[in-house]
Each structure stands twice: as C-alpha cells, then as structure tokens.
DNA sequence: TTGTAGGCGTTATCAA
DNA sequence: TTGATAACGCCTACAA
C-alpha cells in the first residue's frame, strides 16, 4: 500500500493524497472524504524514509544513555521521549555502555538515522580528556546535541545540569548544624558529575570550618555490598556520625551497614544519599536524599531543543535567531525523609 | 555530504562507492581505497532513509513499553536494545503509556517507520476484551510481534512468558510449608500476567488443602504508601502470617506495614515478592522474591525474531522454513533472601 | 482545486 | 571490475 494505490483507489492523483495526509487546507472536502474512505478501507501507513528522504528530516531524535536500566537514566529516557512526543518527535534509542568506542559507533549509527538532534542522557558522556569527546564536538556541527546532567563547552553543544554541587554542600551544612561533626562521602564515579559532588562536600566542610585534611572521602563500587563493607572497615578504623553518598544506591549500602553494625538511625548515625530515586523510599528506613531534578533537566532540555529545531518566524516570515543558553542549571533540593535529623 | 560527493571526489561513479561502503567483493583494491581515502577525509555517512526505502528495510525493531520508568521494564528495553543490536539491528523506542488509544497510536507511529517487527514488552499490551487487540493481531500481517510476557493467540504473533503461575504455586507451597498457615496476597493490576499469578496462588493454596473461599487475595494500587495502608487494615481484621505481593514494590510495601506493626521478620511474618528487580535487594531485609528470569525472556525473544528475520538458507539458496514456536515458556526461580524461613 | 514532474540518496540491475 | 539508470515512496513547486 503506497500513495500510487491509495491515489488510483479514490480516482485521484498521489499530489491530493499527499495533500490529505499531510492536513493542507487546498482540499476540496469531497476529495479529503474520498482519499480517507479508501485509507481508512485500505489501512494505509505513509513510508516514513520516503518522506524524510523529501523532506530532509525525520523529525526523530536520537537519545544515547550509557544503560538504560540505571533507575536514573531509565526516568530520563521516559521523560524525555514522553515530552518528546508530545512534540511529534520520535526517539530512537541507543544504550551505549561505558566504552568509549561503543558511544562512538552509537553516534555514528545516529547519524546514519539522520536525526534532527542528539540528546546524551547522563555525565558519563564527558570523558576525562577533552580530545575524547571530539565526536561529539564535531557531530555538533550538523546537528545540535543535548547534554542532560554533563556539560562540554563546544558549538552547538547545549547542557541542562543539575547544581550538584550546591546540593551536595547544603546537605554537608545541614548535618553538620543537626549535630554530626564527624562526616564521611563515599563516591563511586569520577565522572563530570562525581568531581562536582567532591566539590560540594568540599565547599560544604570549608562552610563549616572544617579543614580539608580531616575530610574524609572514600571511593566504592556502586553495589550495596561493597559500599557496605567499605564503610564497615572505615568505621572499625575510627567511627563516623554521618554518611554522605553519591548514590541512593550506595545510601542502601549505608543503611545496610548500620544496620549491621546496630547503630541508630538518625540517633547515631545520619545518612543523606544523592538523587532521590524510587530506590530512597523503598529503602527503610527510607533516605534523605538531595533530588537532582531530573524530570526538570528532561523538560527544559526538549523545550530548548524545540526552539532550536524550529526558530519562530517574525511577521516578515524571517526566523528570528534562537536564544537558548549553552549552559542551564537546575538547583538541586534537599527531600527529608528518616535517615537524618532536621 | 552524499553518495554523489563522495563519487566525484574519488572520481568513481556512485555505484563504485556504494560497493565500497556496502562491502562488495567485487571491487578492486585500488577503487576501494580510493573511496575509503576520500570518505575518511569527509566524514560522510550514508543516509539510512535513502537505505531503507532502496532496500525496504531499515533495519530496525520497535519497541513498545508502557512506561520505560518502571525498573522491570527498563531492564527489558535494555537487554532488547543491546541484543538487537548486536544483531545488527536498531531499535525504535515508544513509551505509551497505559491508555489503550496512546497504544495503538505508537504502533501506527512504527509501522510508519517501517520497522521490520515489534516487540511489545510487558504484559500491559494483552487487553482484557480480545477485540481491542486487534491493532496487533492486524499490524501482525504486515510484520512479526513479539511479546515480552504475554501471549495473544494470532497469527505472527510470537510469545514468551515466564511460569508465572508455577512461580507463584511454588512460592506459596514452600510458605505453607515452612509453617505460615495465613497467607495472604496482594497485588494491583489486572493484566494477563496478573491473573496468571492468581492462578499460581490458587493452585498452591489447593495443593496445599486450603479451601478456595479461605484464600485472602486483595487488591491494592502500586505504591509502598497504599500496600502499607492496606496491609495494616486487613491486618487489623484479622492477623496473618506471611504476604505474597504481586510485585517488589509492593513487597517494599509489605515490609514497611511489618516495620510499622513492629513485627519481626521472617520470625512472625515471612514475604516473597516477585520480579527479583534491584528493588528486592535494596529493601532491609532483603526480599526474597520469585525471579521472572526477565534476561532470558528477552535473549529468548531476539534470538526468536532474528530466526524469523533472516530464515536460513540451503544450499540451493532456497530459505527453509523457520520453526519458531508461537509460544515460549521460561521456568520462573525462588530467589531466597532475608524475608522468609526455609 | 487539481495534476504533472522533478528531486531526495541509496540500492540493484544491466550493459559495457 | 566498472558505470548508467531505473526503482524505492513521498513532497513540492509549478502548471493547468
């Protein structure tokens, strides 16, 4: 079933059929019946490539995540699809892992889709050496890319970021001030994100007038398990009375830990996580955690998005040249629960 | 950057070019890496449209979840995405959402991008009234659909389910057994795999000599406040001594309403979830929870479709015809944690 | 309001 | 081993 068919069908050319599809208003009502009667009879779905190969776009947008069942990146993909949509953009997915070749052959394989844009949906995008993220650098030179929670300071690139650092030093203040002196971060990724939360606790410990060499900072997998064990030796080394994570799954490590370890919570021991997942109220019991905003981040990142894709005209017909910021930060905020205190 | 730009820079014709990049044996060294010199230099891509419409197919597999958020689904989509395309092919992301009507327009929107199939993941897709899935069964015609647990008897349509039903019995069986005589269960959604499970409960309670009208099954939405909440009424009616939810959530549901009663678990009451999701681990105590064995629905469910997508060949070249089943079932497992005695 | 014809970037089929 | 050239299905001037 082409226009070809559906056009012979209804007795008239494919250019009114073309017409009827695509809504234009130069329609005589008795032919828009007819070529409807017989797409509808017919059930007719117009060919996709056909018309992105005569109109230059396919109106799809290419998502790239480094794995789509990270609770984190899992909303994202939802949110940003879902807005998407609303704005009669489709998305074509590409889960790349955390190898770099493998986010370049994604990149690539979207370009070959010819999409109108790139979102790359989470920090693990901004690799360590600049020269490594030239792929993106240059792919931004056809279409523009969106980074949700990373930042690269290139043409055409725009970043939507969370104020992760902000964040993370209200919550070091905020234990502090409801009593835990003696505060330890866990971490487990150094990507763009993980080196602003370092920042933040930083910032939040200089606040507070503690000097960085009694800041204790350690590094962990992102298992349970093995942030539970970590702070377990730590602790057994010299006791703590609050634990910052840059996780919620690492805060469920936290837990884990105390629970182990039979200290209280919040009496003895605080615990505020990072990003506010499901996975912060599933725990019990269930974590302070500082929300990163992400439904925010998708949200104004596709607004953007949408402007730069389709620039408003004036009344000459003239595009009026895009304001849309490289760079839109999000304030993080702190959501209490049971894990601490205040 | 075109075909046609590529041609006249390496002063071959674009059927030489087109050879090259599409691996042909049938050229000479010299032309090849002529036209891989000057493709290097430009960085051309070819235009998958242009592709999919010369060949007629792009290959690419939609995907349709209701809700990519929910951590069963986001697994799948993730363990789909990354096995199709290590099969060369792409995948095409459609949230839509529980609404019936959002459903059949997401299916319109990839048959429109001409995908060679469909994978419908999740039992959301199986409509009560067999009439309102009729969109698959007839989209079914023109492509293969795969479901990812769920089963609708149609022509082309291919599905692989987890033994929900026998999850569940075995689940109930060994409760019973390690000494809860009071089990009740709870679950929130109607969909074909939860009347499945149902059935697992009933056929445990009957193995187990327990009358029909004695079985507790109530129903809740999905949300730890809510199972909570009902939890504590029914309780309140009349005490049990082990829960069976219909999902981890709900399982974090049922520990939040033990913590609250102040009752010990598993010494008083013992719970088994179901899906084995991140979800199970992180509760405290760790749920134990009857694994659906989603990987291998998914792995089960591509190698199924590459069979259909690219039926082998004799010696003659004739294709021989693929002996897919229409229906693939997987042997659900009692993961065992902290939440139950045996 | 309608129809004709050229173009979009490939692939594939012939000849050469 | 190469190169013309006709599909592929649609959109969009332009002409009628």
Redesign the interface.
Known sequence: MNIYDISKAAGVSIASVSRVINGADNVSEKTRKKVMDIIDEY?Y??????R??GRGS?K?IG?MCS?????YL??A???L??EL?KNGY??????T?YDLENKKAGF??L????VDAFILAGSKFVEKKLEDDQYII?GAKEHPVMLVNGFIDADNVYSTTCDDKGGMKDAFIKLYESGSKNIIYVYSSDSYSGMQKIEGVKAGAKKCNIPEKNLRIIKGHKS?YDIARLLDEEYAREPFDAIITSSD?SG?GA??FA?KRGLRIPEELQIVSFNNS??A????PELTSVDTMLQELCSKTCKSLMKLLNPEVDADGNSIPVSVPKRTIVKAKLVKRETTRF
């Open positions: 059930g779905t117009p060919n996709a490539y056909a992105g190969l396919m799809t998502i794995d789509s069942s990270d609770i899992a909303n993909i939802y949110y699809e879902t949509r489709n998305s074509i997915l590409c889960c892992g690539e394989l370009k070959s889709r010819q240059d349970y799954t469920v837990v884990k629970v499901k996975l109220e599933a725990s019990t």
